[in-house]
């Protein structure tokens, strides 16, 4: 099964088929967040995320109804329009013509594959899909984070209906953040981007080692010390760095000390940085899905080189997911005006 997940992950889908019971409610919401999330994806091979076809269906559908009044309310709240939405049934020629589906719950999942056993394969439900590959029931972060179900709104409240967005929209996330991945994978399977690489003498072992890693990843980078491990002061090193990464001559920084504390307490000093130490994968995507983290800090004598590879790979290659985050970033940059 999630052989089937990294293929459908490794590359962009022409149409995806969104299914729930009577498409009036999960669905039609699920395909105008991912109608609109799919605009924020940039052009590859000519093509744009805009062109990627979003469509909704039910496996039991009261043909020709509109949307719910509710999920009409909640999508109005998030700028979305779908009151000129008509719920539509199932058939075997959307279900061929899709290259993705994307079902509300398991047991949608299930009952699809029986009717059409010929969609296995490209039939998963949102959230196990949004987990993606290393994904499995109960992991991630927050409700788009594992397998589950989205909840059935359908003769619930207001705020029912605004739950069930709110799930959707997390998932929506954790899929847009996977194509976002493929979109930035330059053709070596790295994003290019222009990196700003410093420590001092606790992280020069593993600076080094990281260089010849972003050489085979072909990241431009530029290396500001230190050359040895002669004792100098971190903040030195972390300052310039920050400074160079804030100013826009970089677009991400790396910056390695003992513990990576000290790193990634003088970067924060500087306006329009915000460094994390990861010490694990999950830290470095939520750092970048999340934080929108431009520089990574590193503790030398803290982890090792093959789990610091692996982190500076994720932080690398991880979008940031914007949406409810990027008003949360919005009122850290006020803090930084003193505001
Ligand atoms: C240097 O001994 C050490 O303090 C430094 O590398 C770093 O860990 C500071 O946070």
Redo the contacts with the bound molecule.
């Keep these: 099964m999630y052989a089937d997940l990294e293929k459908q992950t490794s590359k962009l889908p022409k149409k995806i088929l969104v299914v729930c019971t009577g498409n009036t409610c999960r669905s039609p919401m699920a395909e105008a967040m991912l109608r609109e999330s799919f605009r924020s994806l940039s052009g590859k091979g000519g093509r744009d995320g805009a062109d990627i076809q979003v469509i909704s269906a039910g496996l039991a559908a009261p043909e020709g109804e509109p949307a719910s009044r509710l999920a009409v309310e909640v999508m109005k709240e998030r700028n979305l329009d779908i009151s000129g939405h008509r719920a539509r049934s199932i058939t075997r020629q959307l279900v061929e013509d899709a290259d993705l589906i994307l079902t509300m719950t398991a047991g949608h999942k299930r009952s699809l594959v029986a009717m059409y056993p010929e969609a296995e394969g490209k039939v998963f439900s949102m959230k196990e899909f949004a987990a993606g590959a290393g994904g499995k029931p109960g992991d991630g972060d927050g409700p788009g984070g594992g397998g589950g179900d989205i909840p059935d709104p359908f003769g619930g409240s207001i705020e029912a209906y605004r739950a069930a967005a709110d799930e959707i929209g997390d998932a929506v996330e954790r899929i847009i953040s996977r194509f976002k991945g493929i979109e930035s994978c330059g053709a070596r399977g790295m994003v290019s981007m222009r990196v700003a690489l410093g420590s001092?003498?606790?992280?020069y072992l593993l600076k080094e080692h990281l260089k010849s890693i972003l050489d085979d990843m072909g990241v431009v980078y530029e290396d500001f010390g230190t050359f040895s491990e002669e004792?100098v002061d971190?903040p030195d090193i972390g300052l310039e760095v920050a400074r160079r990464v804030a100013r826009g001559e970089f677009d991400r920084g790396v910056l390695i000390?003992?513990?990576?504390?000290?790193?990634?307490?003088a970067a924060n000093k500087i306006p329009g940085i915000r460094a994390s130490l990861c010490q694990d994968t999950v830290t470095a995507r939520l750092a970048r899905e999340h934080n929108d983290a431009n520089v990574l800090t590193l503790?030398?004598?803290i982890i090792g080189p093959v789990v610091a590879e692996e982190i500076l790979k994720v932080w690398l290659s991880t979008p940031f997911s914007g949406g409810r985050h990027a008003r949360r970033i919005e009122k850290i940059t006020l803090a930084e005006g003193g505001r």
């Excluded at 001092?200 to 992280?203: A, E, N, Q, R, V």
């Excluded at 000390?257 to 307490?265: E, L």
């Design positions: 001092d003498h606790g992280g004792s971190y000390c003992g513990t990576g504390i000290g790193m990634s307490i503790g030398g004598r």
